[in-house]
């Protein structure tokens, strides 16, 4: 008797399991078609595109001549690349470029606050500062081309009529075209670092404002104990991806200025896309993409080193 329990009991055991095997299996299969697209995309698209330009860097080739005339010549391109000024000069552009996030960081969190806790009629600003991110980059260029005219523009034409004879000749000018295309990139970013500010205003528990005025804490207190700590990881990821597009910046200068006059807009990528679509120097060019990807992985390493001090989950 004791036999026939123990095979009655394992059967319906083993059944469920053998069920659950099946469908687990099936779920499996079921989730690689889901991801299946998207994995070969981003295989196709961007892995195998980083590995190329790693083994591109190393190599002189001119793709119009095809795969063959591939030459190996080692490090070559990169130190022809760090005597080359015009590349130092795209670096130091770079450098100077990243200004732009923390001054459109500060603008966004100070209108967010403001329209978050003091200002009527909220949704009309918060679509007002978000359209010129989402207008294409080709009309605000153009639009602020014409803004900056030298001699007919209303922004000269405006200081001109306040006393200043000489005013600035911007796009035009070495030593104004650079902050000209910063104060563009300002003038785009703040919309979107503005209202993701005021999801994170929104997201403080009220609490500890309400704590704080009981204290008789002022508004700067309150802004420099509970705001800011707490609109922290909001700042964190807003500037990892604000450097991260200052490093990415293209359009504004292929429609504005083309890296000049006398390259004092070129930028890294823009120099990247000259040697290897202009010029046809595509091992150079692979060695710039390398350097830029070392460049902005050395930044994010360092935020995100530095984020334990300052950012708060």
Not at 55 to 69: E, K, M, P
Not at 169 to 190: C, Q, V
């Amino acid at each position: 008797m004791q036999t026939i329990k123990t095979a009655t009991g394992a059967k319906p055991a083993a059944a469920p399991k053998r069920r659950g095997s099946r469908l687990q299996t099936k779920e499996t299969i079921a989730g690689f078609l889901f991801i299946g697209p998207m994995l070969i995309g981003v295989t196709v698209l961007t892995l195998i595109p980083i590995i190329a330009i790693f083994f591109l860097s190393l190599a002189d080739w001119n793709f119009v001549t095809g795969i063959q005339h591939i030459k190996f010549i080692g490090f070559d391109n990169f130190e022809r690349l760090f005597q080359d000024d015009k590349f130092l000069k795209s670096m130091r552009n770079n450098a100077t470029f990243l200004l732009a996030v923390p001054i459109y960081l500060a603008i966004s969190m100070f209108l967010a606050i403001m329209i978050d806790k003091y200002v009527y009629m909220k949704s009309f600003f918060k679509v007002a500062y978000f359209m010129p991110y989402i207008s294409s980059i080709v009309a605000v260029a153009i639009v602020w081309q014409v803004l900056f005219h030298p001699s007919a523009g209303p922004v000269n034409q405006a200081l001109m009529s306040l006393g200043i004879e000489n005013p600035p000749k911007w796009i035009a000018d070495p030593k104004y075209a650079l902050p000209s295309l910063m104060m563009i990139a300002i003038w785009t970013a703040i919309g979107f670092n503005m209202i993701v500010y005021i999801a994170g205003l929104q997201s403080i528990p009220k609490d500890l404002y309400e704590a704080a005025e009981i204290d008789g804490a002022g508004t700067w207190v309150k802004f420099k104990s509970i705001t800011f700590p707490q609109l922290s990881s909001t700042t964190f990821f807003l500037l990892i991806t604000g450097i991260i597009s200052t490093f990415k910046v293209f359009d504004l200068i292929a429609v504005m200025t083309k890296g000049g006059p006398l390259n004092s807009t070129n930028m890294i990528v823009w120099n990247l896309y000259e040697s290897a679509f202009v010029n046809l120097k595509i091992g150079p060019a692979s060695a710039m993409s390398v350097v830029l990807f070392f460049c902005v992985l050395a930044i994010t390493l360092l935020q995100w080193v530095g984020q334990k001090k300052w950012v708060n989950y």
